[in-house]
């Protein structure tokens, strides 16, 4: 059932949206999930989600509230941007939290698609006399969980596809390196690195470009590498292999081995279900969020296996005039952003 939220409880769900951001990179394979406790519209108290096996939201709002204002709580409101849990899991259950605290109203944007979740959490509280609303701004709470909603829905990471092509539509030449996109595009490319768990390039892009895969224009953490080695001959000397950052590296051959710690050798048939069986286990190993930065034939297989979520395609300003096509994409909705003198469009699949 649609229900009417007034602007005031907009702006509060609003708050914990932008609370529950605060963890954008770090949350991932969990929720980014923000929490706003509200007495007569004071907010007196809010948190947020930081990460892997840390307190959730419901429960730094709860313990950032001032002393004088603890007696207030039950007579509050809690405004979340995910269905509080209703399962121990690595932290105990939100739902307790809120019916020990005894606050009488909830109000919730998305609904948390974890099996154990998905609804149990709403009817808790309800069975308990608790008041829930829900669906408040829920396209803008389901965008920020799609990531974990993917994750627990899909069982494989949610993949960004990211290229950049000439204006005359080339993403480079073979056996040359061409610089296609500005400045702030390269630095927003680095913030998307630090915000997914894994970055994924072909062969021919680690022997070509030799890229450091590295988030070193923003702050926070750097992804995992993982590069396609299918014949294991690409040159150890590679910033991948040798610059002590974690790379996996994908092979059908796995006779040579490294001494380096950091480089994790996967052996896989290179068969029609490569990325498939990939894709599961990066999923087995907690890898929420998945960007392919290349090449060209990788991009491409990923869109013909329609294995894609989202594809980031830059257009910078520049003619190359001949040279590897840039992959074409089977969607045509997109939004579009100027970066500068570049141009940069998302697609949406699925
Ligand atoms: C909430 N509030 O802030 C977050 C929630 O034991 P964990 O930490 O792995 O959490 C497991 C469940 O909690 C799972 O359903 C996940 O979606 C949800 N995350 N829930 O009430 C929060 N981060
Ligand atoms: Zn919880």
New binding site residues.
Partial sequence: MNQFFSKKQELFIRRAFDLARLAEGS?VP??M?G?VIVFKDRIIGEG??KG??MP???VNAVNNIKTDDRKYLTQSEIY?S????N?F???PA?TSLILKSKIPKVIISSI?K?P??SGN?IDLLRQNGVEVLTGILEKKGNELVKY?TNYVERNTPFVILKYAKSKDGFIGRKDENIWITNQFSKTLVHKWRSEINAIMIGTNTARQDNPKLTNRLYFGKNPLRIVLDRKNDLPENLHIFSDGLPTWQITENISRTFSQTHITQIEIPFDDFLLVNLLKKMHQEKIGTLLVEGGAQLLQSFINQNLWHEARIFEGNKLIKKGILAPQLPVSQNEEFEIGNDILRIFHNQ
């Fill in positions: 949350a969990n929720p999930v929490a947020f989600f892997f096996g959730h939201a419901e979340v995910l269905e509080p849990c399962f899991g690595k932290t939100c948390d974890t154990q979740v959490g974990r």
